[in-house]
């Protein structure tokens, strides 16, 4: 594992789906390219949202699974590589290059991975056919819950609390016969966790391999449509029809007067503690075994978090309750060691969150965008008040980009702000003179979303907190990443004391 801070390093956020390439963004060529990219100009992390297995909405963070992979992340030319596919097989349909389209892709790759499946069936070679075998046995704990939910949610194209009842509580007859009728379907689903897996690990180890670490995301919360929820109810604020009670959210902030309600639902944490967070430990391990340094989404959530009443249509009317604290990550670590984690501290913070947080040895997260307006000198997303044990960002998934952030929403007093911070000039350099900010500041880590690193604007938000459609889209063009923008960003680096290794000569 990786010891998170300790030494000055920078990089770029960015999702795969926002690569390039037919059909949407893959783990193949453009991912390589990006690493190779990021490496000219002298960047060493590589920050992703959570690569879990999403519904049509594209949500990384309500995903179906806290656990499998996203399998439209799969690149055909690598499947074509393992003899899996032929070459006119993977060509791609025509998709909209600047958004991605995740219903279009799942179609397609859903027709590309039965065709993959039959081809392993036929003529894998035995490498593969071992490789698929050991990872059926070592993901055990997980896949047989994944692969069976998987394939009924296709026989009966709805979530699971609208599949007959006897599914639904997982009566053990009920779930036996479904396993042999489904058993083509569920070695299917099984089959593309293996290759999301193999796919992912190679583009990894590359990575890696070129100096630059991957910096995931944890979710705090799971959709309750997810193999999660259906397959552990006992752990969830649930009805006896499976339906939660009370749901995730939070309170008016920044981004929303009338809060945010995610719906998500709720953990019985007691519940939890009797096992001995073991549901967490195997999600925290499945994360560390896929990157080398994980983003906890929503951290004040483990020392308090807002419920929210289900019938209720806003997070207005919730209360704070308490969460689980060190005992979570104290059990965690008794099994895992040392976890490599990223404190993502942004809303109401309150004391004993930064408490909680210091007491774990979790670096928390600066925001530039949040420095400006206000005119408090204890703001902690003022650069002169970043501590070490941080991780500095222009703005992030959730927040519009640089310049669409200075075009469209900023006040003239921050716009003033911005301008003595890190000098005043041409509206679009404002994301260079930000992320300059950003890599001269004292916070160990630094990470910019590349649509700040490329100039764009409002069209290029990745997210809008409280929107219910047209999020996670954004995709950048082939040719976008020119050596002329890798040597602006390394000079950048070098100059603000974050190149590494051979980078440095």
Do not use: C
């Given at each position: 594992?990786?010891?998170?801070?300790?030494?000055?390093?920078?990089?770029?956020?960015?999702?795969?789906?926002?690569?390039?390439?037919?059909?949407?963004?893959?783990?193949?060529?453009?991912?390589?390219?990006?690493?190779?990219?990021?490496?000219?100009?002298?960047?060493?992390?590589?920050?992703?949202?959570?690569?879990?297995?999403?519904?049509?909405?594209?949500?990384?963070?309500?995903?179906?699974?806290?656990?499998?992979?996203?399998?439209?992340?799969?690149?055909?030319?690598?499947?074509?590589?393992?003899?899996?596919?032929?070459?006119?097989?993977?060509?791609?349909?025509?998709?909209?290059?600047?958004?991605?389209?995740?219903?279009?892709?799942?179609?397609?790759?859903?027709?590309?991975?039965?065709?993959?499946?039959?081809?392993?069936?036929?003529?894998?070679?035995?490498?593969?056919?071992?490789?698929?075998?050991?990872?059926?046995?070592?993901?055990?704990?997980?896949?047989?819950?994944?692969?069976?939910?998987?394939?009924?949610?296709?026989?009966?194209?709805?979530?699971?609390?609208?599949?007959?009842?006897?599914?639904?509580?997982?009566?053990?007859?009920?779930?036996?016969?479904?396993?042999?009728?489904?058993?083509?379907?569920?070695?299917?689903?099984?089959?593309?966790?293996?290759?999301?897996?193999?796919?992912?690990?190679?583009?990894?180890?590359?990575?890696?391999?070129?100096?630059?670490?991957?910096?995931?995301?944890?979710?705090?919360?799971?959709?309750?449509?997810?193999?999660?929820?259906?397959?552990?109810?006992?752990?969830?604020?649930?009805?006896?029809?499976?339906?939660?009670?009370?749901?995730?959210?939070?309170?008016?902030?920044?981004?929303?007067?009338?809060?945010?309600?995610?719906?998500?639902?709720?953990?019985?944490?007691?519940?939890?503690?009797?096992?001995?967070?073991?549901?967490?430990?195997?999600?925290?391990?499945?994360?560390?075994?896929?990157?080398?340094?994980?983003?906890?989404?929503?951290?004040?959530?483990?020392?308090?978090?807002?419920?929210?009443?289900?019938?209720?249509?806003?997070?207005?009317?919730?209360?704070?309750?308490?969460?689980?604290?060190?005992?979570?990550?104290?059990?965690?670590?008794?099994?895992?060691?040392?976890?490599?984690?990223?404190?993502?501290?942004?809303?109401?913070?309150?004391?004993?969150?930064?408490?909680?947080?210091?007491?774990?040895?979790?670096?928390?997260?600066?925001?530039?965008?949040?420095?400006?307006?206000?005119?408090?000198?204890?703001?902690?997303?003022?650069?002169?008040?970043?501590?070490?044990?941080?991780?500095?960002?222009?703005?992030?998934?959730?927040?519009?980009?640089?310049?669409?952030?200075?075009?469209?929403?900023?006040?003239?007093?921050?716009?003033?702000?911005?301008?003595?911070?890190?000098?005043?000039?041409?509206?679009?350099?404002?994301?260079?003179?930000?992320?300059?900010?950003?890599?001269?500041?004292?916070?160990?880590?630094?990470?910019?979303?590349?649509?700040?690193?490329?100039?764009?604007?409002?069209?290029?938000?990745?997210?809008?907190?409280?929107?219910?459609?047209?999020?996670?889209?954004?995709?950048?063009?082939?040719?976008?990443l020119t050596r002329e923008l890798a040597a602006r960003l390394r000079d950048i680096t070098a100059r603000t004391g974050r190149l590494h290794g051979e980078e440095r000569r």
């Amino acid at each position: 594992m990786v010891k998170v801070t300790g030494e000055r390093r920078s990089g770029v956020l960015l999702h795969p789906t926002s690569l390039p390439g037919d059909g949407g963004g893959d783990l193949g060529a453009q991912a390589y390219r990006f690493a190779d990219w990021l490496a000219l100009a002298g960047q060493t992390l590589w920050q992703l949202l959570p690569l879990v297995a999403v519904g049509d909405g594209g949500s990384p963070y309500n995903g179906l699974s806290a656990f499998a992979g996203n399998v439209l992340l799969l690149s055909p030319d690598l499947l074509v590589e393992d003899a899996l596919l032929d070459e006119d097989e993977a060509r791609a349909p025509a998709l909209d290059p600047d958004s991605a389209d995740f219903a279009g892709a799942g179609r397609w790759k859903d027709g590309l991975l039965r065709r993959a499946h039959a081809a392993f069936g036929a003529a894998a070679s035995p490498g593969l056919r071992a490789g698929f075998a050991e990872y059926v046995e070592r993901h055990r704990e997980w896949l047989d819950d994944w692969t069976l939910f998987r394939a009924l949610r296709d026989e009966h194209g709805a979530p699971w609390t609208r599949w007959p009842e006897p599914l639904r509580r997982r009566d053990p007859d009920a779930i036996a016969g479904a396993r042999d009728r489904l058993a083509h379907e569920v070695e299917r689903h099984a089959l593309a966790q293996f290759l999301f897996d193999r796919q992912w690990g190679e583009l990894r180890r590359y990575a890696n391999g070129r100096g630059i670490f991957v910096v995931g995301d944890v979710p705090i919360f799971v959709a309750h449509d997810s193999a999660d929820v259906w397959a552990h109810p006992e752990i969830f604020e649930l009805d006896g029809d499976g339906r939660p009670t009370v749901v995730s959210g939070v309170p008016p902030d920044y981004f929303s007067e009338t809060g945010q309600r995610w719906g998500n639902p709720l953990y019985r944490w007691e519940v939890l503690e009797r096992d001995g967070y073991a549901w967490w430990t195997a999600r925290f391990r499945r994360t560390l075994e896929m990157v080398d340094v994980a983003r906890i989404d929503h951290f004040r959530g483990f020392e308090s978090y807002w419920e929210v009443p289900a019938a209720e249509k806003t997070a207005l009317n919730g209360r704070w309750l308490p969460g689980p604290g060190t005992r979570l990550f104290e059990a965690v670590e008794r099994e895992l060691g040392p976890l490599p984690l990223i404190a993502e501290d942004l809303g109401i913070i309150t004391p004993a969150v930064e408490a909680l947080r210091d007491e774990l040895g979790f670096p928390g997260m600066r925001v530039l965008q949040f420095a400006f307006g206000g005119g408090d000198p204890g703001n902690p997303h003022l650069p002169e008040n970043y501590p070490r044990e941080a991780v500095a960002y222009t703005g992030t998934h959730d927040n519009n980009t640089a310049l669409g952030w200075w075009r469209d929403e900023a006040s003239r007093g921050e716009r003033a702000a911005l301008a003595e911070l890190a000098g005043d000039g041409d509206a679009g350099e404002v994301g260079w003179r930000m992320i300059e900010t950003v890599l001269a500041s004292n916070a160990d880590l630094a990470v910019v979303p590349l649509q700040d690193v490329l100039g764009l604007g409002s069209e290029a938000r990745m997210n809008t907190p409280g929107s219910v459609s047209g999020d996670w889209r954004w995709r950048f063009r082939e040719g976008a990443l020119t050596r002329e923008l890798a040597a602006r960003l390394r000079d950048i680096t070098a100059r603000t004391g974050r190149l590494h290794g051979e980078e440095r000569r």
